[in-house]
T-cell receptor, first 114, second 112 residues
Framework: KAGVTQTPRYLIKTRGQQVTLSCSPI?????VSWYQQTPGQGLQFLFE???????NKGNFPGRFSGRQFSNSRSEMNVSTLELGDSALYLC?????????????FGQGTRLTVV | GQNIDQPTEMTATEGAIVQINCTYQ??????LFWYQQHAGEAPTFLSY????GLEEKGRFSSFLSRSKGYSYLLLKELQMKDSASYLC?????????????FGSGTRLLVRP
């Protein structure tokens, strides 16, 4: 079956703009989590959506938001972009989260803010 | 709070064995995962431990001690392609909606 698909793969934006990233999880998976990865910081948890509801949120400012649609596809939005938002944004999908199952990652969207 | 610690970098020789340690302090525990991430690529799942002990999968093994909040990933017969970052991650319990939190990763360099 198809893996996790993230679009676009690369994006260049200027400060102050906003951006929307998309993630299509593995078919049948209802949980989608978003992570920001920067050198030296590892994967920082942004938020998780499960059945269209945000179930968890990391320590990021309100400029970072997301949503999940009925088909489990998820979008992440960052408004008023700052240079420090330049990073690789990864999404991961999981099946049943009432059991400890692994997360499957997409290839990520590399965002550069200039 | 949640805290996951791993060494930042390690170097080993092709054909050797390397052990990458991970210590964690989390408010709840529902499994520990190891992922491998090559530069510019997505993390890929390596192993999962939820009970104490050793899980072996070919050249890779992972160990867990829940009482000590400690895990390690053991890589045997190292190959050049094993040069990558290795990420330790802990999944929380229902109280934290099973959130998966990652350590900063250990960058492993395998030398000939």
């Amino acid at each position: 079956k198809a893996g996790v698909t993230q679009t676009p793969r690369y994006l260049i934006k200027t400060r102050g703009q906003q951006v929307t990233l998309s993630c299509s999880p593995i078919s049948g998976h209802r949980s989608v989590s978003w992570y920001q990865q920067t050198p030296g910081q590892g994967l920082q948890f942004l938020f998780e959506y499960f059945s269209e509801t945000q179930r968890n949120k990391g320590n990021f400012p309100g400029r970072f938001s997301g949503r999940q649609f009925s088909n489990s596809r998820s979008e992440m939005n960052v408004s008023t972009l700052e240079l420090g938002d330049s990073a690789l944004y990864l999404c991961a999908s999981s099946g049943d989260t009432d059991r400890a199952t692994e997360a499957f990652f997409g290839q990520g969207t590399r965002l550069t803010v200039v | 709070g949640q805290n996951i610690d791993q060494p930042t970098e390690m170097t080993a020789t092709e054909g050797a064995i390397v052990q990458i340690n991970c210590t964690y302090q989390t408010s709840g525990f529902n499994g520990l995962f190891w992922y491998q991430q090559h530069a510019g690529e997505a993390p890929t799942f390596l192993s999962y431990n939820v009970l104490d002990g050793l899980e072996e999968k070919g050249r890779f093994s992972s160990f867990l001690s829940r009482s000590k909040g400690y895990s390690y990933l053991l890589l045997k017969e190292l190959q050049m392609k094993d040069s990558a970052s290795y990420l330790c991650a802990v999944r929380g319990t229902m109280d934290s909606s099973y959130k998966l939190i990652f350590g900063s990763g250990t960058r492993l360099l395998v030398r000939p």
